[in-house]
């Protein structure tokens, strides 16, 4: 005998495991901002919005008729991934529920959504400035002041972001699936 079944293959399981495993290869060293963090960062977004787009797949399936569901999920599926975050509470509950945005979850996740088009979005500009170069030490390595404004701009970069941060973020992905 054949039943007709539904079935959804999901990647946000396999992809929450690639951001554990990128939990363990994050760490800074002494001088230089560890590069992983660009691969955990893009990894962690795509489980974010692999969880949000299975949610909303999973209510237009059981909300509409199955000849008319895909097209009610696209409505939703065209958001950006905040206002799938947003929706996607109100949408789960009928409409009881809105997703309270000052959650630390919602920060946390909202915060690597900037993060995640900052690294897959980068517009890097060339920017003027003035360097102090001082004496050359023994060792023949000369000195350098970096200016007040170039230090600022490095400092908000997606690398600056710390371990305890990448924690919280996989916390939430995996609290959310």
């Not at 002494?30 to 692999?50: D, M, P, Q």
């Not at 970096?146 to 916390?171: H, R, T, W």
Request: proline share 1%; charged share 20%; hydrophobic share 35%.
């Amino acid at each position: 005998m054949k039943v007709k079944t539904f079935y959804s293959c999901n990647t946000a399981h396999g992809l929450i495991g690639s951001s554990k495993y990128l939990l363990g290869h994050i760490e800074d060293d002494e001088l230089f901002r560890n590069n992983n963090k660009y691969s955990f960062i893009l990894v962690s977004a795509a489980t974010l919005e692999s969880l949000l787009n299975d949610g909303i797949i999973s209510w237009a399936f059981h909300t509409f008729k199955s000849d008319d569901y895909k097209r009610h999920a696209q409505a939703f599926l065209s958001m950006n991934l905040v206002k799938k975050l947003d929706a996607l509470g109100f949408l789960l509950s009928s409409g009881v529920y809105v997703t309270d945005n000052t959650s630390a979850t919602y920060q946390t996740l909202s915060n690597l959504v900037k993060l995640r088009n900052e690294v897959a979005h980068s517009k890097d500009f060339y920017s003027e400035t003035e360097m102090e170069y001082g004496a050359v030490n023994e060792d023949g390595m000369q000195e350098i002041k970096f200016p007040q404004d170039m230090i600022a701009k490095m400092s908000k970069s997606p690398l600056n972001i710390s371990n305890e941060d990448c924690l919280g973020i996989v916390y939430c992905l995996e609290h959310l699936q």
